[in-house]
């Protein structure tokens, strides 16, 4: 069964309204990651944590946060959504110790759209 | 600081010929690690193959890479294009042990004409 699950699948959100999106792994990684993915810009690296109670920023963490509440969850929120913020988002978790190299394991994807 | 360079958005091509995918890399570590990642239509993204040793040839599912540090290079390789392989391709980078974060490229479109 899938080792990354991310909720909703697919999402409309009005501009200026709070969305929140929600990952779940089974696979016991300390990493986990959120990413969009824009044609043009591939998978671009929003936040990512490295164990519960940890986040950091990424590349684009502007308009994003995260919480990692526990080893399981990740979830990336958008308080104040905007159109720019239109996109498909990808959790994903990963394991950087010994001989892991840190290889992703990804969601299947939430599709956002925001009006 | 670290990046990764795929210079080709889309490469079409016809089945049976072969496929060649760009990946160039900057990084200040001495030993990255290099993936290749292939994301199918209504799929997730997943691993194809990875390397961190220098001109060792990697091999999986048909494809193949070899990581150059001489030329900070690890393209990717097929002999025969099937319709099948048709997809979008990550490269990607990661400093290797005790890594945090991966690297992505922009990604190539690979679409195999019959």
């Known amino acids: 069964e899938a080792a990354v699950t991310q909720s909703p699948r697919n999402k409309v959100a009005v501009t200026g309204g709070k969305v929140t999106l929600s990952c779940n792994q089974t696979?016991?990684?300390?990493?986990m990651y959120w990413y969009r993915q824009d044609t043009g810009h591939g998978l671009r690296l929003i936040h990512y944590?490295?164990?519960?109670?940890?986040?950091e920023k990424g590349d684009i963490p502007d308009g994003y946060k995260a919480s990692r509440p526990s080893q399981e969850n990740f979830s990336l929120i958008l308080e104040l959504a905007t159109p720019s913020q239109t996109s498909v988002y990808f959790c994903?978790?990963?394991?950087?110790?010994?001989?892991?190299?840190?290889?992703?394991?990804f969601g299947p994807g939430t599709r956002l759209l925001v009006l | 600081g670290d990046s990764v360079t795929q210079t080709e958005g889309l490469v079409t091509l016809t089945e049976g010929l072969p496929v060649m995918l760009n990946c160039t890399y900057q990084?200040?570590?001495?030993?990255?690690?290099l993936f290749w990642y292939v994301h199918y239509l209504n799929e997730s993204p997943r691993l194809l193959l990875k390397?961190?040793?220098?001109?060792k040839r990697t091999e999986h599912q048909g494809f193949h890479a070899t990581l150059h540090k001489s030329s900070s290079s690890f393209h990717l390789q097929k002999s025969s294009a099937q319709l099948s392989d048709s997809a979008l391709y990550y490269c990607?980078?990661?400093?290797?042990?005790?890594?945090?974060?991966?690297?992505f490229g922009k990604g190539t479109h690979l679409h195999v004409l019959p």
């Open positions: 994903a978790s990963g394991d950087s110790g010994q001989g892991n190299q840190d290889t992703q394991y």
């Open positions: 696979n016991n990684h300390n990493n």
């Open positions: 944590s490295y164990g519960a109670g940890s986040t």
């Open positions: 990084t200040i570590y001495s030993n990255p690690f």
């Open positions: 390397s961190s040793t220098d001109n």
């Open positions: 990607a980078l990661s400093k290797g042990t005790n890594a945090y974060k991966v690297i």
